[in-house]
């Protein structure tokens, strides 16, 4: 599994038709608000050109990309959280994602209603956070209530974890998103954990823009990156019409596509890039002529906890790790010949698993 991103957003910005494009999955999308009314959930395969290749060398009988997992929920309007709207209702179920995705409307188009009755970023984003801040406040003042009950009794840890709601109360009345104070205490972050607050998740900005946009943007988008990197945050520029487009293409046909329009990279891609970078996540291959598969894991891990993403008793039984680059795969065409010219290496339980690595784990139970 790659990771489980979460697509927010007022209604009518272009949620749905995106969600359908990316995923292929055929959610209902309109112009009008509220078009979703149940959550949808789709899967896609994380493109990756080195996956491609061993699979081309090895032709394995079963193949394993590793996925993402996108949830498109109804659109958000301001007071959504007291209620208003249909999006309130689903908000939950974004909370175990690892990321949020904002679609942010940055066209013009007077044949598409906009839920404000015009095109303003700004706006439209600080309406979400706010739904978003204050869903997660209700989440600990009720929290509060219990903690409140529990301290009464006087043990050490359940003052602790008081002291950590009335902090993250105090926050988020000041406006600050939550992930704003992780790292800072490990009660709160403990607490944060367990509520699974949505503002404690990281978030991008999916610009959605009109197609003679795409390469460079706009004044909506400018806007859009300034706000972005005032709050250590970053900008992806994709337009729901060429992904349409492209979810109808070949893959041949897509890169043909995407040459045509000056593009080096669908906004797929860029999404799901954009989703690692934020994770720190990471992919190592397993690979043979039964199975070439991917496999998720985050930046620093070391080769044990790697080897558990596969089955836990791979981490608690590993021995040691035979271990190749793709660099290296790519260079001698083979597992065999990179062997032959010793790059094949033996690493233990301290070896930092690198990003592209084709590991076999030996392990005992």
């Not at 301290?151 to 003052?159: F, W």
């Amino acid at each position: 599994m790659g990771f489980k991103c979460g697509i927010v957003g007022l209604p009518n910005v272009g949620k749905s038709t995106i969600f359908n494009a990316i995923t292929n999955a055929g959610a209902e999308s309109a112009n009008y608000p509220f078009c979703t009314i149940d959550p949808n959930v789709g899967m896609v395969n994380v493109p990756d050109l080195r996956f491609d290749k061993l699979v081309g060398s090895y032709k394995p009988r079963s193949i394993v990309p590793t996925v993402t997992q996108f949830v498109d929920i109804a659109g958000l309007v301001k007071g959504a959280s007291q209620g208003e709207g249909l999006g309130n209702q689903f908000l939950t179920h974004i909370r175990e994602c690892e990321a949020i995705m904002e679609v942010v409307r940055c066209f013009d188009d007077e044949n598409i209603v906009h839920v404000h009755g015009s095109v303003d970023p700004l706006r439209d984003v600080e309406i979400i956070e706010t739904e978003l801040l204050l869903k997660d406040m209700d989440s600990v003042e009720k929290r509060l209530v219990v903690e409140n009950k529990n301290a009464r009794v006087g043990t050490p840890a359940s003052k602790l974890r008081l002291e950590a709601c009335e902090k993250l109360k105090n926050a988020m009345s000041e406006g600050i998103p939550v992930r704003r104070l992780l790292g800072q205490d490990e009660v709160l972050d403990e607490v944060i954990s367990d509520l699974a607050l949505l503002t404690a998740k990281p978030i991008f900005y999916c610009a959605n823009v009109n197609e003679q946009d795409m390469l460079k943007g706009n004044a909506y988008v400018d806007t859009l990156r300034e706000y972005a990197e005032k709050h250590n945050s970053s900008v992806v520029i994709l337009c729901g019409k060429i992904e349409e487009e492209l979810s109808a293409l070949e893959p041949d046909e897509k890169v043909e596509f995407l040459k045509e329009l000056g593009l080096v990279e669908s906004g797929l891609d860029a999404v799901i890039r954009k989703g690692y970078s934020l994770l720190g996540l990471r992919t190592y291959f397993t690979a043979g002529e039964k199975e070439v598969r991917a496999w998720t894991f985050e930046a620093g891990w070391k080769a044990p906890a790697c080897a558990g993403v596969i089955h836990s008793d791979f981490e608690r039984g590993f021995i040691r790790a035979e271990t190749l680059s793709f660099a290296d795969f790519e260079k001698y065409g083979s597992w065999n010949a990179a062997k032959e010219a010793g790059l094949v290496r033996t690493e233990g339980k301290e070896y930092e698993v690198q990003d592209g690595d084709i590991m076999y784990f030996l392990f005992n139970v």
